[in-house]
């Protein structure tokens, strides 16, 4: 006698594993829309250069703030050594934006956002789309 199975149905992926996702995307966005013909990225605060690879995308304001997480104004390429172990080298890094923007970007970042699935996902496929170019 043959047990009858119920087709199996895909999980939708939780919220933290899309805000993982995404931030993988966008990260890799962020590198390699700033990455030369070498592949080479400029550090913004401290002016050394890296490949894309070994460069991370360091935010102006804290990743913690949803608002301004994924802006493009917000994210520029950044060493390990200034992202990391200077945290992030904030003064420096305003001085490269330029205070109209630092200053925007500040205030944007004390807005409340909340992003549903459906937001995340399409941000997902934006810069997936994105990224092609570059790939």
């Known amino acids: 006698m043959y047990k009858k ?6 999980k939708k992926p939780t919220r933290s594993k899309l805000v993982k996702k995404l931030d993988v995307v966008f990260s890799k966005y962020i590198r390699l829309s700033s990455a030369d013909k070498r592949g080479m990225c400029t550090c913004v605060t ?4 890296y490949h894309w690879k ?6 102006f304001m804290s990743r913690k703030h949803y608002s301004t997480r994924w802006d493009e104004s ?6 390990c050594g200034c992202n990391m172990f200077k945290q992030g080298e904030q003064y420096k890094y305003s ?6 923007l630092a200053n925007d970007l500040y205030l944007k970042s ?9 937001d995340l996902e399409e941000m997902i496929d934006e810069y997936t789309t994105k ?3 570059f790939l």
Do not use: R
């Open 131 to 133: 990224l092609k170019p």
């Open 5 to 10: 199975t119920m087709p199996k149905t895909a």
């Open 110 to 118: 004390k807005e409340t956002v909340k992003f549903s699935t459906t």
């Open 74 to 79: 917000n994210v520029k390429p950044q060493c």
């Open 46 to 49: 401290c002016g050394k250069q």
């Open 95 to 100: 001085i490269f934006l330029g205070s109209e």
């Open 54 to 59: 070994n460069i991370q995308a360091g935010h």
